[in-house]
């Protein structure tokens, strides 16, 4: 079975600061493409940032920017200069390539002004 | 380009009703998808559509049922409601069924059932 662990349910950091959040999985595929969804109080679900599993290196966004490690399954993603907007909902999504993302269980994170 | 509508927003259902969770996307895209999200268990796939006319079934689609009759459209349908189907439903659709391809979200419709 494919799982997906967030094993971070709370966070909280103060504005400015750095924060990551950890994502580690589980699977045979060796192909495969992973995602960080953020899900706002509006609850509309919003891409983060994609990665390649094929890729060795790590994606970055902006402020956004993910640790991959493949042997190790493991996705995290690091928001730098935290701001009031990141407070969210945040979902690791790998797509193993089986019609459907598999979600973790999400890590509320709130920036504390 | 409104991307992703869903209706009605929220809706309140006594059981045992049959209700049609409304989903229409402006994009063209070939995939669709309708994720239910509970809490503490993330979203979890119900069924999915890789092109018009063809469906298939996800994590947990027992007691729901879709139709993917046009490329905009992708119904979901509730034949008997019971309250463990008390959720947020989200529909997605992607442009490729592949998993290269992000999934884009609707706003979701909060559903309850009593």
């Known amino acids: 079975a494919q799982t997906v662990t967030q094993s971070q349910p709370e966070m909280s950091v103060q504005e400015a600061e750095t924060v990551t959040l950890s994502c580690t999985y589980d699977?045979?595929?060796?192909?495969?493409?992973l995602f960080w969804y953020k899900q706002p109080p509006s609850r509309q679900m919003i891409l983060v940032i994609r990665q390649e599993a094929y890729k060795q290196q790590n994606a970055t966004e902006n402020r956004f920017s993910v640790n991959f490690q493949k042997a190790a399954k493991s996705f995290s993603l690091k928001i730098s200069d935290s701001q009031l907007g990141d407070t969210a909902m945040y979902f690791c999504a790998p797509n193993f390539g089986n019609e459907k993302l598999t979600f973790g269980t999400g890590t509320r994170l709130t920036i504390i002004p | 380009i409104a991307g992703i509508t869903q209706a009605p927003t929220s809706q309140i259902l006594a059981a045992g009703r049959r209700m049609t969770l409304r989903c229409t996307q402006d994009m063209r895209h070939n995939a669709m998808y309708w994720y239910r999200q509970d809490l503490g268990l993330g979203l979890r796939l119900i069924h999915y559509s890789n092109t018009a006319g063809t469906t298939g079934k996800g994590e947990v689609p027992d007691g729901y049922s879709v139709s993917r009759a046009n490329t905009d459209d992708f119904p979901l349908t509730l034949a008997s409601a019971v309250p463990s189907q008390t959720s947020v439903y989200f529909c997605?659709?992607?442009?490729?069924?592949?998993?290269?391809?992000?999934?884009?979200f609707g706003p979701g419709t909060r559903l309850t059932v009593t």
């Open positions: 997605a659709s992607s442009d490729s069924p592949g998993s290269y391809y992000e999934q884009y």
């Open positions: 699977t045979s595929e060796s192909n495969y493409y």
